[in-house]
């Protein structure tokens, strides 16, 4: 594929290495394992003087081509996939950090990845200091001789805060560390961490990759040496939280329609957070395509569009927001997000519950804040579905 084609052709036509049956989509090779010829290309296999697939938890033409793919939408000299966004980043920080290295992060990521960070990596010696996802003065007086790792998530989850790819990339060069980015908010179709000076991306294939949530996935993307030689691709085969083919195949095609749907889900979260803010009953509108956004420049520059994530606070708090939740009847009641339908959320009392009441309101999850993951449907009908729940409060 040429380089030059637009990243919604790329989505289309990356990737496809047609079978002898010369099949027009995308074939779903669903097996663990491949056959040789003879003695000779098993060995020659095995010692990698030829290339070609052996076993599924190392290669698997099915991932080949999502990898390929998501390779070419992010801009990436390579991409490995794994089983899930999650295996994603614990093979980055296998791969590539040891014990004694030390982590720098945002304070506003996914809960996940908040537990794997200081509660298992921990154990091993690696130490993780969380700061501030917009304050850069914070991450730089956080830089430690053992630092290797900057992680961030932009937009921020549930308050949409962004974080200055490019200046954080500058912060890390400058110090011999790695800037991942996960990506998962906004997708390649908005945002390229990669060509803002990120070293590494990350995904979960599970949110808008795949786009209409049916299975989980994940992959990191970045230089060939970092993705495949210093030792992710090496942690993944060896430990195997590989991704299954099948999966791989369903999100290739999801992945086809990733541009439109994420202009879709804009422009609908757009006309959301615009009616939300004229509603008397709420305080706040969370949503980087509003005006009215710290970052409402930062994230212009950055992105493409919004994305799909809106949250918003109620003036009279948690009675207020579960009012909203338990009137909703197209909208679904779920902590997922990416989805073609919309979803809604209370984060103080689900995804973010386990985190202390203080550093909830120091983070401004409030008790009044609800997270909606706008869908495909009409505005009009999301609207009303809300409506009648923000009438009664
Ligand atoms: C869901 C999510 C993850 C984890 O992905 P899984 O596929 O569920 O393992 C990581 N980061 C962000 C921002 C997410 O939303």
Redesign the pocket.
Known sequence: MSDDFELETLALHTGIHRSQFNEHAEALYLTSSFVFENAAQAAARFSGTEPGNIYSRFTNPTVTAFEERLAALEGAEACVATS????A?LACAMGLLSAGDHIIASRSL?G??VNLFTNILKRFNIETTFVSATDISQWEAAMRPGTKLLFV?TPS?PLTEISDIGALASVAKKAGAWLAV?N??CSPALQRPLQLGADLVIH????YLEGQGRV???AVLGSRDLVMEQGIFGFLRTAGPSLSPFNAWVILKGMETLKIRMEAHSSNALEIARWLESQPGVAKVHYPGLVSHPQYDLARRQQKTGGGIVSFELKNGKDAAWRVVDSVRMISITAN?GDTKSTLTHPATTTHARISQESRDAAGITDGLLRIAVGLEAAKDIQADLARGLAAT
């Open positions: 899930s966004g999650m295996s980043i996914f996940a990845t998530e989850n996960d998962c908010f979960s294939a599970t949110k989980l996935g994940g997000l």
